[in-house]
């Protein structure tokens, strides 16, 4: 619960501060993000499945991230970093839709 | 980087060290960082200025398809421009063919008669009071106006055309069909001197009016009118040659 919390007070901060994005932070921010997102579906469903590891969390979080991050980068640096940025969300993608059709099936046994 | 959040103690991570207040805060931070970095993105794109952060290589791309637009623009540019040009310049002729049309009907409307004609010329009055004047010697002036250069004539209400005829008798001519009452009014364009002359010379037209008991005035003008105007007749069976 808290960490739904810890989102609104992100997204309010995010809405107040209104802050610009460094340059070479930009290319990696939406894949960054969308990490981020597969690694809290990931946990909410541990959580719903009652092995949520706080330390799993955080260590997938950040992993998670950082790998999406170097991925671009390094499709940057080849060439083919918009190929690879694809290949990322989509894949990221489909586990998030996996995790969260786990999530449905908990909630509403269906 | 996964060594960070641990600490300084290097114990195997267990459920319980995890499960203090620390992580709670850790995985608190993360989900507001994560709050924070969607509102980020999202304003990022809602703000349009998706070209500052695109890749060079999308920038590439992009660079691309605008010049490919461009050449695809410029080469239809000018191909709308070379059809302007052409179809100006047939403009242009149709323009001209019009007028010389237009010139040649003019020409051609005097020659046959269906136009009114104007210009120097003459006219002459035959009175024939003893209505002993032939058409002969009206045909005779007519063709001696056109030796003489003249262009367009009527006499009195008719129109000379190409098909004119006299017939009749001394003192009840018929031109074309219709009647003509003695004084004759021949109303001619041309050289008023040149057309006055061809009518005065000895054994002319002037002689044979004396000699028929009638008499001739010729009035020279700078401006005479031939207004009577003759139907254009459809030819029945010639047709243009080509």
Redesign the interface.
Same mark, same amino acid.
């Given at each position: 619960m808290?960490? #739904?919390?810890?989102?609104?007070?992100?997204?309010?901060?995010?809405?107040l501060v209104?802050?610009t994005?460094p340059?070479w932070l930009?290319?990696y921010?939406?894949i960054?993000?969308v990490a981020?997102?597969d690694a809290?579906f990931g946990?909410l469903r541990a959580k719903l499945d009652n092995i949520f590891?706080?330390?799993v *969390? #955080?260590?997938s *979080?950040?992993?998670n991230v950082?790998v999406a991050a170097f991925i671009v980068f390094l499709g940057?640096q080849l060439?083919v970093?918009?190929q690879l940025s694809t290949a990322v969300v989509v894949v990221l993608g489909i586990r998030i839709f996996g995790n969260a059709a786990a999530i449905r099936r908990h909630i509403f046994k269906a | 980087m996964t060594d960070a959040p641990v600490g300084p103690d290097p114990q195997p991570p267990t459920r319980t060290r995890w499960s203090g207040g620390g992580a709670h805060v850790l995985i608190a931070a993360l989900c507001a960082l994560l709050g924070f970095a969607v509102v980020l993105q999202v304003q990022r794109t809602a703000a349009g200025d998706t070209l500052a952060a695109a890749r060079p290589d999308d920038l590439v791309q992009i660079l691309d398809e605008l010049q490919r637009r461009e050449d695809d623009l410029n080469s239809e540019i000018a191909g709308l421009q070379e059809s302007l040009g052409r179809l100006q310049r047939s403009g242009d002729s149709s323009e001209e063919a019009l007028a010389e049309a237009q010139r040649q009907s003019a020409a051609l409307g005097i020659l046959t008669g269906t136009v009114p004609a104007t210009g120097p010329g003459v006219s002459i009055v035959i009175a024939d009071p003893d209505g002993r004047v032939p058409p002969e010697v009206l045909l005779d002036a007519i063709q001696e106006l056109r030796n003489a250069g003249a262009e367009a004539f009527q006499v009195g209400p008719v129109r000379i055309g190409v098909d004119s005829a006299f017939t009749g008798s001394g003192g009840a001519v018929v031109l074309d069909g219709r009647a003509l009452t003695a004084p004759y009014t021949i109303t001619a364009v041309g050289d008023p001197p040149t057309l006055a002359a061809a009518l005065a010379i000895p054994g002319g037209v002037l002689d044979t009016v004396r000699r028929a008991g009638g008499t001739m005035d010729v009035t020279q003008s700078d401006r005479v009118t031939v207004d009577a105007l003759r139907q254009p007749r459809e030819p029945l069976y010639a047709r243009p040659a080509q």
């Open positions: 808290y960490a #739904v919390l810890a989102l609104i007070v992100g997204v309010a901060v995010g809405l209104h802050p994005v340059e930009a290319p921010l939406p960054a993000v981020a997102l809290v946990g590891d706080a330390k *969390f #955080v260590v *979080f950040v992993a950082l940057d060439g970093g918009t | -």
